[in-house]
């Protein structure tokens, strides 16, 4: 197990920051030009334990009823408006720019844009590592024909 820093020698200290900084990110978002999808996602962070992205949704890019394991997630409205549903269509959550919804793991949920307008919708994951399994998506609802990637088709 990793020593706590203030547990670490100053040499310990300074090569465990050195480490974490050497692995910082930076990076910018801009509207993405639409490639013939409904939905287009631009990745800033893919860690094992943090995920941020935002997904342009476009006409017919709304996605199935789903679940999360191992996983919580921040959703913030950039641009456009959001419908959160769950089960048998409750409506979870309506959210427009500057206002976003958390959703703890185990969440069944669906979302769609609302109006004409393009959805930018900021995603932010935080990714449980209890060394047991992975986190995983989980369809309750058939995926949509846009959906060809494999975790999106899982059941």
């Avoid at 820093?5 to 030009?33: C, G, I, V, W």
């Amino acid at each position: 197990m990793a020593k706590h820093p203030k547990d670490m020698t100053p040499q310990e200290r300074e090569e465990f920051h050195a480490n974490a900084e050497s692995k910082m990110l930076t990076y910018k978002y801009a509207t993405p030009e639409p490639n013939g999808r409904p939905k287009q996602n631009t990745w800033f962070v893919r860690q094992p334990k943090m995920q941020v992205l935002v997904q342009c949704v476009r006409s017919g890019g709304e996605n199935n009823l789903h679940y999360h394991t191992k996983s919580e997630t921040n959703w913030f409205v950039l641009r456009g408006r959001a419908h959160f549903y769950g089960v048998g269509d409750k409506l979870l959550a309506d959210i427009g720019p500057n206002e976003g919804v958390y959703l703890p793991g185990g969440v069944r949920y669906r979302f769609n844009k609302v109006g004409d307008e393009d959805l930018e919708i900021l995603q932010v994951v935080s990714v449980e590592d209890d060394g047991v399994g992975e986190s995983e998506r989980i369809n309750l609802e058939a995926h949509k024909e846009w959906m060809v990637e494999g975790h999106l088709t899982k059941y």
